[in-house]
């Protein structure tokens, strides 16, 4: 079955540093990348995902780059804000099959 | 996306009892799911609830302990049979997108402690 890691399990920055958060999975037939955020005692929220069929994909202050070849994925965060402050989690899966998640990052951005 | 309703939102249960977390949907939607997630951990798939048939359970997670119902499109139970403290967790029900991937949105969770 996929197995997905990802790296850091922590990270520290300075609020307006950027932040990247890289997850490598091992089911070369997974096509789709999505990354969730969890706030401290809330559930988790799809905050981007990403298709194999694109490398890259931007949502404000968020993106996600893929490397099908390599099997990893990446998220980023730019200019951070203490809201940021979360545990992130990345996934992988394969068509309609279910979602397999990272052991996660908790992010802390300090003012 | 779907609004996801899951109560109750916390509970506090004696050993060797049992607890039957439920989870309503605004929307019919074909595929619903069942994590937990251990304190400080990640999610852990335990179940697809099937409509109309038997929930496909992951490795590890068994049907007596976890039974799920799954009478509808918009529907869900899971139950968390004769307790310990180690089943303490919060579960967490989850719904496909429609989108053709395995996206998924969760409801709010239901943190379980077992005394």
């Known amino acids: 079955g996929e197995n997905v890691e990802q790296h850091p399990s922590t990270l520290s920055v300075q609020e307006g540093d950027s932040a990247v958060i890289k997850c490598t999975y091992s089911d070369s037939a997974s096509n789709y990348f999505p990354w969730y955020k969890q706030e401290l005692g809330k559930r988790p929220q799809l905050i981007i995902d990403?298709?194999?069929?694109?490398g890259e994909k931007k949502d404000q202050r968020i993106a996600v780059t893929l490397n099908k070849t390599a099997k990893h994925f990446s998220l980023h965060i730019t200019e951070t804000q203490p809201e940021d402050s979360a545990v992130y989690f990345c996934a992988a899966s394969s068509g309609y099959s279910t979602l397999t998640f990272g052991k996660g990052t908790m992010l802390l951005v300090s003012p | 996306s779907a609004v996801i309703s899951q109560k109750p939102s916390r509970d506090i249960c004696q050993r060797g009892t049992s607890l039957t977390i439920q989870c309503q949907v605004d929307s019919q939607v074909t595929m619903m799911f069942w994590y937990r997630q251990q304190p400080g951990q990640s999610l852990t798939l335990i179940a697809t609830?099937?409509?109309?048939?038997?929930?496909?359970?992951e490795s590890g997670f068994v049907i007596d302990k976890f039974p799920i119902s799954r009478p509808n499109l918009t529907f869900s139970t899971l139950t968390v049979s004769n307790m310990s403290p180690e089943d303490s967790s919060i579960y967490l029900c989850s719904v496909g997108g429609t989108g053709g991937y395995a996206e998924a949105f969760f409801g709010q969770g239901t943190r379980l402690t077992v005394v």
């Open positions: 609830a099937n409509q109309g048939s038997e929930a496909t359970y």
């Open positions: 990403i298709r194999s069929n694109v």
